[in-house]
Nanobody
Framework: QGQLAESGGGLVQPGGSLRLSCVGS????????MSWYRQVPGKERELVAS?????????LYADSVKGRFTISRDDFANTLYLQMNSLKPEDAAVYYC????????????WGQGTQVTVSS
């Protein structure tokens, strides 16, 4: 059974930066599409950024974070990253790491989440 563990959240002032990490165990990231989601109380979990399987050459970002956030992965270290720059108060949320593959069967893992607070 695979597991994901996020770290790197915390309190940062508007305009600041944070780097989130997500370490996978019990499975190999290479075969999985890896994503970051975020959720605030009372709202649905939303996709922030995705990195395709097989090295992550393809990436996808929510419009709200384009140009500010960068998703990257180190498949040798089984780790996913999210570099967040120019943070805004509306970026505050619990950030979750997700791993998913569809073949030969659908397998999906979620991390426990890490809190990001953006406040002066």
């Amino acid at each position: 059974q695979g597991q994901l563990a996020e770290s790197g959240g915390g309190l940062v002032q508007p305009g600041g930066s944070l780097r989130l990490s997500c370490v996978g165990s019990g499975f190999t990231l290479t075969s999985y599409a890896m994503s970051w989601y975020r959720q605030v109380p009372g709202k649905e979990r939303e996709l922030v950024a995705s990195s395709g399987a097989g090295g992550g050459a393809s990436t996808l970002y929510a419009d709200s974070v384009k140009g500010r956030f960068t998703i990257s992965r180190d498949d040798f270290a089984n780790t996913l990253y999210l570099q967040m720059n120019s943070l805004k108060p509306e970026d505050a949320a619990v950030y979750y790491c997700n791993a998913k593959k569809l073949w030969p069967t659908t397998v999906e893992y979620w991390g426990q989440g890490t809190q990001v607070t953006v406040s002066s």
